[in-house]
């Protein structure tokens, strides 16, 4: 079965700060993989996917940027947050036509 | 547009009742699947069910059941039996099974079950 692994749990950056947040997966190979945001007590807000190594589609013009350097390792980047970057931040990987998705634990940002 | 309404922001039920969380979905794409998933607080997301939008009959995976009415368009999920540990976020969701297999989710609903 496919786990995803994500880190840090939390994070407390200052605005203007550069941001990388990695997301691995385990258990399965070339799998398509998705970075979600959450606003507080909000739905998810797809952010990028991936369905292969260098492949990266954009869902929201933003100050983020994401990259997929090996099959199994998706990051997400900035090069300097905004206040607006705060949230819950998911990665999840496919799970398949009639599977949901595997998500990573979050990490929550909080810019400063 | 492809679009997900969860009209309910919070929801009660008393232990050991049955509780059903609405959902509304509205997309052009004849193959697409539906699902739920659960956000305890914690932050984690959880797969619950999921439902294509071919299947003829309503899924079931335990407690949790899917009342799927296509011609509606609506995909309400129903919980038997509530326990305290059911308290948590519900999220809607719908995947499109072309272009990277997206999903979209609803706002949630949460839902408080009473001792």
């Known amino acids: 079965s496919q786990t995803i692994h994500q880190w840090p749990a939390t994070l407390v950056q200052p605005v203007g700060s550069p941001l990388s947040l990695e997301c691995t997966v385990e258990g399965t190979s070339n799998p398509n993989l998705y970075w979600y945001r959450q606003a507080a007590g909000r739905g998810l807000q797809l952010l990028f996917y991936?369905?292969?190594?260098?492949?990266i589609s954009s869902e929201v013009p933003q100050n983020l940027s994401a990259s997929r350097p090996q099959d199994r390792q998706f990051i997400l980047s900035s090069k300097k947050l905004l206040l607006s970057d705060s949230g819950f931040y998911l990665c999840?990987?496919?799970?398949?036509?009639?599977?949901?998705?595997?998500f990573g634990s979050g990490t929550r940002l909080t810019v400063v | 547009a492809q679009k997900i309404t969860q009209t309910q922001p919070g929801m009660f039920v008393q232990e050991k009742e049955a509780v059903t969380l609405d959902c509304t979905y509205d997309t052009s794409d004849p193959s697409y699947g539906l699902f739920w998933y659960k956000q305890p607080s914690s932050g984690e997301m959880i797969f619950l069910i999921y439902?294509?939008?071919?299947?003829?009959q309503n899924a079931t995976e335990g407690r949790y059941s899917l009342n799927f009415q296509k011609a509606r368009k609506s995909a309400n999920l129903v919980i038997s039996a509530s326990q305290l540990g059911d308290s948590a976020m519900y999220f809607c969701?719908?995947?499109?099974?072309?272009?990277?297999?997206?999903?979209?989710f609803g706002a949630g609903t949460r839902l408080f079950v009473k001792a």
């Open positions: 439902q294509g939008s071919y299947d003829q």
């Open positions: 999840a990987g496919g799970g398949g036509l009639d599977y949901g998705y595997t």
């Open positions: 969701a719908m995947r499109n099974n072309t272009g990277g297999f997206k999903t979209i």
């Open positions: 991936s369905v292969g190594i260098g492949q």
